[in-house]
Every structure is written in structure tokens, then in C-alpha cells.
């Protein structure tokens, strides 16, 4: 991979674009030689490359952080929280957003500018790779230029997916802004015409991207192949989205991780948990469930951060007797919590709720605080009762623990993460089936992963979509963007009035929806924007 300064430089020439003004006067048009910009850098496989390692960093971002610091709130909470199985728990200003909608859910909102900004930025960035893969003077043969179109096609897709849900019809691009592009005059396209664009994008990754990559972090055919088979089932479409998810799962080079593997195999813990484990992520690590997972280096110029488990595990230092280490997970700020419905969907023997996958006690390490009678090395349980902020003995998820050693304490994780997992395939081909009556298939794709984690299998009769849904968040809570599901299914609003007491009393229809930016509207002056309805 080539050195991520130059990666990062070309995030910041070509997400600069998009603001750019232009002159027609030859003598004010800047050429420069001694900077990287697109002009000079994409010419060559190598430039085109260091352009893709920009568009991968942006992906990154979505579990770093949306503020200009980007180590507080979260590009995911919008995501996942707000749900039937997430909920806000510390509650800034951008988790109150999702957790008492109502007037702070508008159009002025800095999380909701912030997220618009961060999809458009990668949506320009891959379209100038797009359409200058085609210039004249580029020196990559055929092949080299239709993988390196493929990515960034597949990045722009991703993109765009995000746009579809989280605003419904949203403007469409497909090539690069420049000064002499600027356009003030854009239409919002329907969401339906939005994911066929996206399909259109996937169906080429598809059939150019190769099957495997020596980069563990880039894209394949499979990913290509997942994506297609969530984007029919949102298009209504479920005999195109088996046939996309079968393609997957028929593909030898992935299954299910069923058995202990790598760098913590000889320790206590299950299966379902090792392939998060950092040394155990990719596939060249041993992770055969792994479809796409996002790298992070630590003290690497580029390398990139997460805040995942500063996001989802708690601030249980704040309990007498408990200071912050890796054996209890390293430091969280407990933004985001599991709701009661999401720690008490599993059976007792079901391995992704017990205690290797969710955190149900701590240990007492902090003799300055310890509590009369209490021993270093006793434990402290957490307590499952009402949803509340800042609960510090609230249970987590495992799947995001780890801290550096050198210091426990940063806020920042540079492990890499599975970010789509076989698992989430299989549930799709459950709910393709399911809604072409095939109920017997369902049933069998879904009894792959509960018997992999230790839990009872069903019948047929006992596939519906409530069950899929259910069986997605044992499986994928805090991976899946679990907003996305409910809106693709239908079912946000019901769900959530179901299962988020914090959330039901104050979500309504409208909130279905994010606002568009207010100053996305007030600069397309050139041609009214509407705005989602009720803002």
C-alpha cells in the first residue's frame, strides 16, 4: 500500500473540490508542480491508489469521531441508536438528537450538517477517481483502471446507501465538482431512484472486482454481492436479493467461524467472540466470516482511529473499588447502551449474549476506592433494570474492548474491525426467502448462526419478520447500522415504540427522516430544495 501522508493529502485536494470556484481567465488558472492535486497525481496506478486510500479513510471514519476533533460523538450514533436496540445513554448533544427527537431533531443540527458533508466529501472524492481513470494521459492498463473504477464505484454506492436512508431522496452526482462544475441548482432524487443508481454502481464492483485481495482491507467481489442483496430487498425486489446472497455464501472461501482460532484460542471464550479480537480480524489472520474489515494503525500517519468502545462501553470506574484497564474493557464513556429488549433477547446458552460477548461483571482493581469488605479481584455485576443516563453498571457489548497497553486510558482504538461479517449475508438470504414464502430455507439460514452460537434452532413456522429482526440483533447489535434495518423493513417507528421507552414517548413519523442541512438548502439558490416533511 503506498505511504498514507500522500492518501490523506488527496482526501484533502479532492474533498476541497467540491467547494472550489473557477475563473475563465488563463492567466488566474493555477498549475501546480510542487503540490499533490488530482492534476498531477492521477496519472498512474500509484496515484489512483493513493486516491483509493483516501476514499477507504473515509469509510474509517464512520467509527471515529463526526466533531472537528473527530474523538467525541460518533459518525455511527444516528445509526444505531434512536432503535428498538440501542438507546443514548450520555447524552450530548447528538445523542439527545436520536433520544428525544422533537425540536432538536432540525434542519440546523451540527451532526446532521456534518454527516451530510462527510457522504457528499467521499462522493466527490470517487467520482473524480471515476472520471479521471479515463484521461488521455493515465497510465494503467484495462485491467488496473476497471478495479480501481470498481472500488471507488462500490465507496460512492456505500455512500450514497447512507444518503438513501438516513434522508430519503437526496441530490445525485455522478461526476467530479470543479470550479468551472459548481452547480446551485440541484433536484433531490427519489430514494428509489437513488438505489437503483446504487445498484448500478454494485453491479459493476461486481463484476470487476477481484475474489480476493492480498490488502486486507480492500473490497471484493462478495462485498459487491452483499450490498446488491440488501439494496433488492429495500427495492422490493427478494428473488434478485437470494441469488446475490447465495453467490456469497456458496463461495468456499467463506463460512462461519465455529471452532476457537488465534491469538486468544487458548484462553476462556467462544467462538463467536474470537473473530473480533484484534490479530484475529482478517482473513489472512484466520477470520473465514469476514467480508470487508476496516484497518486502523496505531502511530502510522494516516493509520486512522476508532472510538468504538469509548462509544458503547460504560464509565464503570465511576463504581467504587474499579479503575479503567483492559481487563475490564479499557475506557468508555458509555454514549451508547444496548436497550433492556437487545440484553434480553438470548437464551441462556445462546454465546452472543453471555459473558464473553456481553460484559456482566467487572473486577475490582482499585484498592484506593475498594468498598468495606470487598477484595481486589471480587467482582461487581452489572444490573440489567430501567434504561437511564450515565448508568455506569449498565451491561456492554465485548465486541469493541480493548485498550493500548502503554496506556489504558486513551480515548482512541487502533485495532481493526470486522465491518461486514458472513453472518449479516445469511440473514439477508433468511429474509429474501422469507418474503418469497419460502419458510423451511429461512429457517435454515438462520439455524446456521444460532446453532454456531450455542442457541435452540426453530421451525419454519416460526420464521417472521419479527424474528428475522430479532435474530439480526442477537447476532449484529452495535455492528449493523440497526436504523437502516427498521427503515428498510418498515418498521422503525413500530419497533421503537415497542422496545425504547426512552425514545417511543417522543418519536413520531416525521422522525423517520433526518432534515436537510439548512445551509445545503440556502445555497442551491439557483432552484428550490424541499424539505423532508415536518421540518
Not at 44 to 59: C, I, M, P, R, S
Not at 123 to 128: E, H
Request: hydrophobic share 40%; net charge neutral.
Amino acid at each position: 500500500m503506498l505511504p498514507r501522508l500522500r492518501a490523506v493529502a488527496l482526501a484533502l485536494v479532492a474533498l476541497a473540490a467540491a467547494g472550489a470556484t473557477g475563473c475563465d481567465d488563463e492567466f488566474l488558472t493555477e498549475k501546480p508542480r510542487d503540490i499533490i492535486v488530482a492534476d498531477n497525481l492521477y496519472t498512474d496506478l500509484a496515484g489512483f491508489e493513493a486516491g483509493l486510500n483516501a476514499l477507504y479513510y473515509q469509510v474509517r471514519r464512520e467509527r471515529a469521531g463526526s466533531d472537528d476533533g473527530q474523538t467525541n460523538n460518533i459518525f455511527q450514533t444516528g445509526m444505531v441508536i434512536g432503535v428498538d436496540n440501542g438507546y443514548g445513554m450520555y447524552l450530548s448533544p447528538t445523542e439527545r438528537l436520536f433520544t428525544e427527537y422533537g425540536v432538536r431533531n432540525n434542519s440546523q443540527d451540527d451532526y446532521i450538517r456534518r454527516t451530510w458533508n462527510w457522504l457528499y466529501q467521499t462522493i466527490n472524492a470517487a467520482n473524480t477517481i471515476i472520471n479521471r481513470a479515463d484521461g488521455p494521459a493515465v497510465t494503467m492498463t484495462t485491467a488496473e483502471k476497471e478495479r480501481v473504477v470498481a472500488e471507488a464505484r462500490l465507496i460512492r454506492a456505500w455512500a450514497y446507501r447512507h444518503l438513501s436512508y438516513m434522508w430519503g431522496a437526496v441530490p445525485v452526482t455522478l461526476e467530479e465538482s470543479s470550479g468551472e462544475a459548481i452547480r446551485t441548482d440541484w433536484e433531490r432524487i427519489p430514494r428509489d431512484s437513488v438505489r437503483r443508481i446504487i445498484v448500478a454502481d454494485l453491479l459493476y464492483a461486481e463484476s470487476k472486482l477481484p475474489t480476493t485481495s492480498s490488502n486486507p482491507g480492500k473490497v471484493t467481489k462478495a462485498v459487491a454481492q452483499h450490498y446488491l442483496a440488501e439494496m433488492y430487498l429495500a427495492l422490493g425486489q427478494p428473488a434478485q436479493a437470494e441469488e446475490k446472497a447465495q453467490a456469497v455464501i456458496n463461495d468456499p472461501q467463506y463460512k462461519l467461524i465455529t471452532a476457537r482460532y488465534g491469538v486468544r484460542s487458548t484462553q476462556p471464550g467462544v467462538p463467536f467472540m474470537d473473530q473480533f479480537v484484534d490479530g484475529n480480524v482478517n482473513r489472512s489472520q484466520g477470520n473465514t466470516e469476514a467480508l470487508w474489515v476496516l484497518q486502523y494503525a496505531f502511530n502510522t500517519v494516516g493509520g486512522g482511529t476508532n472510538i468504538m468502545r469509548r462509544s458503547w462501553v460504560t464509565r464503570y470506574e465511576s463504581n467504587r473499588g474499579l479503575a479503567v484497564s483492559l481487563e475490564n474493557g479499557g475506557r468508555g464513556i458509555g454514549r451508547l447502551a444496548m436497550t433492556r429488549y437487545a440484553l434480553n433477547l438470548y437464551e441462556p446458552a445462546d454465546q452472543r449474549g453471555g459473558e464473553f460477548a456481553v460484559r456482566r461483571y467487572y473486577l475490582m482493581n482499585n484498592a484506593a476506592t475498594l468498598p468495606a469488605g470487598r477484595r481486589l479481584g471480587d467482582t461487581v455485576k452489572t444490573v440489567v433494570a430501567a434504561e437511564k443516563a450515565n448508568d455506569p453498571l449498565w451491561p456492554s457489548t465485548r465486541k469493541w474492548d480493548g485498550a493500548s497497553p502503554i496506556d489504558p486510558a486513551s480515548a482512541e482504538q487502533y485495532g481493526d474491525q470486522p465491518y461486514i461479517r458472513l453472518a449479516e449475508t445469511y440473514l439477508l438470504l433468511a429474509e429474501a426467502q422469507f418474503k418469497q414464502g419460502k419458510l423451511a430455507p429461512a429457517a435454515d439460514a438462520i439455524n446456521a448462526l444460532r446453532r454456531r452460537a450455542g442457541a435452540s434452532v426453530i421451525t419454519p413456522a416460526q420464521v417472521t419478520l419479527d424474528f428475522i429482526l430479532d435474530e439480526r440483533s442477537r447476532e449484529l447489535v452495535t455492528e449493523e447500522q440497526r436504523r437502516y434495518t427498521l427503515l428498510r423493513t418498515g418498521t422503525l417507528l413500530d419497533r421503537v415504540k415497542r422496545y425504547n421507552p426512552i425514545t417511543a414517548p417522543v418519536m413520531i413519523a416525521r422522525d423517520t427522516l433526518l432534515p436537510i442541512p439548512q445551509d445545503v438548502i440556502d445555497a442551491n439558490s439557483g432552484k428550490p430544495m424541499a424539505q423532508n416533511p415536518g421540518f
